[in-house]
DNA sequence: GTTTTGCACTCTATAGAGGACAGTGCTAAA
DNA sequence: TTTAGCACTGTCCTCTATAGAGTGCAAAAC
């Protein structure tokens, strides 16, 4: 297959079908006869020129005819020639961009910042949105807190990588007071902060080794605390995380084959691998990435297109959103808005100003 | 209508067969017949006498034919029989109940455990999971912590009620050490601690008039940042929260009327305000509700019942939760389910032990 | 040589007809 | 009171015919 260089042997004319064809078909959905497109193109062009050029387009494999007696559609390499050289990205009007910018509004925390990206991702574009998030190859303990709730219950409070919160409850033997719980976390901080999870979790074992000979009650209540709060929780799914939202927009898109091959594709968990396969491809080749049609290699996303956008802060990729959707879709409108949304996200999360 | 009473003027054999003839239709999905319920239910009876039967069940409204030449089905009402006085629930076998109580171990924080909750119901049911978090009428503001990230940012981290974590990150002018941010902390803390949050925002107000006059450097950025954290984000939204998942699994279910209809039933803010207002109908009601079809007054759940019980701890209600399906649900399985799945996520945001 | 017209051909989608099937209600017999 | 028999009714499925859309090719027009 001399795929890309094709593009180039067909005239002028071809393409500025092949863009109509397109174009007429991503609003349909139905294939494009001659006749359609002769009116639709404005070009002065007979149905029966036409045929001829569309014969010609799907000799190079940009088209193809559902039956003999069905307009064309394009293929999968159609769709990748319209994006990479036909395509021209509608600039977004303010009221979207000002939309947008209104969710991701820096103020809020971390993890509700990257939910609202993903389901303004698929509000705003009618589509399947996602988010991936990356786990960091190492955890940095910047801070842990101890807070007494009632009686023997503590909540600890980590703060790791400079952006992380998390939050659990511990039951305890005893009743800490309010200043013991903060020596303890003082004396944890002073002791771990700065340092990876993992190391962390050695240096514990290694302490309470050490406090069993010169028995110090405050400190060995720090250690064993921090050994439980370390326990599970915190490293516990080594797995990057995927966020979904907007499933049921996929529901109208007829041609995805039914509804079940779709409640397939986000309720498997084998499925879910694949896509966070391909995300893992787009955070690697920076900047925006088109998946279309069978070209990911991932069968689940047969008739899907996945366009995504890695989103960094300062200066560090985080990771990568998207949206998933139809091979047919407005890509003209899709790809801005990934787009935006992955630079406002990236602007949200940064340190900044 | 002489509504409930009537069940009392039927004979136990017409009851026999209509609870045979709801199982059936349960398990089925399809109208059932005479012939199929003579078989069925292995009374001796014959097609013609059963047919007899249900004619006189169809008249007090418990049955319904779709039409002339098709089998039976229950109506709302006769669901509603079923329910109250028919159904013999199952017990759960153990290996349920395990995998419930392993997914709300008690050892996750609040919001994750009300997250998995909701998960784990539509996992188990197959259908789709909802749980309410009602906003409590008072917020106590138990602890206030204040970290230091990287420059002129801060990351506050407010315990409010006793179980809720929530985190910002707010932009200060200057850069804060750790040793000032936990004098800042300790004196709001001392302040404001276990006082409401709109006291303590008046308050707040109160105090920066006072530091007008008397200047006092450590004491006015306390304030200042405490009236930055409180700004938007606590108590922002006072609705209640929904907390749906599983939808999808509802896309199999054929009975409710296609797709479409269902993708509205989760997307339309106007459903999700009827749901709410059917789930506050049940934290009034208290103990297990059974919502059936038209009954719930919402034509949104025209098709559906809602199953749901309240979860509470320490005594005090804290939500509801349940699931929605079609009508033609295994009840059997899904109440024991619901019931217990709240006791257990009670039980693990107890203080307990 | 390129474009258009004309025409035969192919495939799909849709509507209607007819039969199989399931189930009913009624009447009369057991 | 229950059962058997029977005519009746509605649904679903299959089959067929037809209209419509669109093609490809050959010959005519530009």
Redesign the interface.
Known sequence: MASTTDSSQLSDRSLQLFKALVEHFIEDGTPVGSRTLSKDSNMGLSPATIRNVMADLEDVGLLHSPHTSAGRVPTAKGYRLFVDSLLRVNALNSSQVAKIARELA?????SSLILRASSMLSDVTQLAGVVMLPRPKQSIL??I?F?A?????V?V?L?VN??E???????TDKTYSTSELQKISNYLNELFAGRDLTQVRKSILEELEKMKEKVNQSMQSAIEMAQQAL???VTKDKSDDLLFSG??NL??VAELGA??KL?KL??SFNQKRDILHLLEQAINADGMQIFIGEESGYDVLDKCSVVTSPYEA?GQILGVLGVIGPTRMHYDRVIPIVDITAKMLGAALN???
């Open positions: 820096p103020e809020s925390d971390y910047q801070h807190e807070v709730l009632s009686s023997n219950r909540l409070i703060v400079d952006r919160v998390q939050n659990r409850i511990i039951n326990d599970s929780d499933q049921t529901m109208d509804a079940d409640k986000f309720e300062d340190s900044k100003n």
